[in-house]
């Protein structure tokens, strides 16, 4: 069904029980270009973290805490880039795209699991940081395989878990008027703006929300660098600072990126004027920190690089 004929079934008051995703508007003369550079994207994003979750498992170089919940980051980044982006690059060939209703709850569920976990896991990630500069001596006795497996088990299942509630208050909401979602995948805020029925049960559901999986890591998150950042800050040599700052910088990046993009789209209020800028930030979240999570860690850790390096080895010496 064509988006005219939909529009035409709008005006006849017919009930319809599809959504057309824009996508990305006037791109018709380069549609091929943006296409083969988010597919490529997307290959280099799924191999990158891919080979962090193989070296993690495989390598016994590496084994420790920290990389035991960055292969759980790169799982997170790959559900959530798989997700949105093969559909994605649907769109952007057909130049818009019809998707059943179920198929967009189905699409934000998955999203929204991955996103709650990996908020969760970045967390997960500072407190390890924290026990590890601030408390060195106690750390392996404090995060032990059992802890870091029930850290694990919590951030995903609250993935699995806090998703759900959404989904069961949109599959009660009408929708009418347009059914054209001026985004590149089945989010949130553009679906709550088709609703011709009251979308107060989902704004009092999502502000509930935003204090287990924003304001309360995000407070976590900034207790345990200021405390970081003193431990460094007592170390008497400028080197000791910076090998110690080195442990965590890869972390403190990726945070910042991914914490910063969600509040930009999620707690600032939107505008019209906006909505293209704002699905350009989308894409960074979506595609580009799954894209740079992997090469951030690997470019900035001697361990992972190491192990790289050997793992490139040992496939060479398999070949010969």
């Known amino acids: 069904m064509s988006l005219e004929l939909l529009q035409e079934k709008l005006k006849n008051g017919t009930a319809v029980d599809e959504f057309w995703i824009l996508g990305y508007e006037n791109i018709h003369n380069v549609k091929i270009l943006v296409f083969l550079l988010f597919l490529i994207n997307y290959m280099i994003t799924l191999s990158g973290n891919f080979t962090m979750i193989s070296l993690v498992f495989t390598s016994h170089h590496i084994y420790s805490p920290m990389y035991f919940f960055l292969s759980h980051l790169s799982l997170s980044d790959i559900l959530l880039t798989t997700t949105i982006v093969p559909y994605m690059l649907y769109i952007i060939l057909r130049e818009g795209s019809l998707v059943s209703v179920a198929g967009c709850f189905t699409q934000f569920y998955f999203f929204s699991l991955s996103a709650i976990t990996e908020c969760l896991l970045l967390t997960v990630m500072s407190y390890d940081r924290y026990l590890a500069i601030c408390n060195p001596l106690r750390y392996s006795s404090i995060m032990d395989l059992k802890l870091c497996i029930q850290l694990t088990v919590l951030s995903w299942a609250s993935g699995v878990i806090l998703a759900l509630p959404h989904i069961v208050i949109l599959s009660q909401i009408t929708f009418c008027g347009s059914n054209v979602i001026n985004h590149f995948f089945c989010d949130l805020v553009p679906l709550l703006k088709l609703s011709c029925s009251g979308t107060m049960a989902s704004e009092v559901l999502n502000f509930i929300l935003v204090i287990p999986l924003a304001i309360f890591p995000i407070i976590c998150i900034?207790?345990?660098?200021?405390?970081?950042?003193?431990?460094?800050?007592?170390?008497?040599?400028?080197?000791?600072?910076?090998?110690?700052?080195?442990?965590?910088?890869?972390?403190?990046?990726?945070?910042?990126?991914?914490?910063?993009?969600?509040?930009?789209?999620?707690?600032?209020?939107?505008?019209?004027?906006?909505?293209?800028?704002?699905?350009?930030?989308?894409?960074?979240?979506?595609?580009?920190?799954?894209?740079?999570?992997?090469i951030i860690y690997s470019l900035r850790n001697e361990e992972i690089r190491g192990a790289l390096k050997r793992f490139i080895l040992?496939?060479?010496?398999k070949k010969v």
């Open 222 to 294: 900034t207790i345990t660098y200021v405390s970081i950042f003193h431990a460094i800050f007592r170390i008497s040599t400028v080197t000791g600072r910076q090998k110690v700052f080195s442990t965590c910088s890869s972390h403190l990046t990726v945070v910042c990126i991914y914490y910063g993009t969600l509040v930009f789209n999620y707690v600032i209020p939107s505008k019209a004027e906006y909505l293209g800028f704002q699905k350009l930030v989308s894409a960074l979240y979506t595609m580009v920190t799954p894209l740079l999570n992997p």
């Open 314 to 317: 040992k496939k060479k010496w």
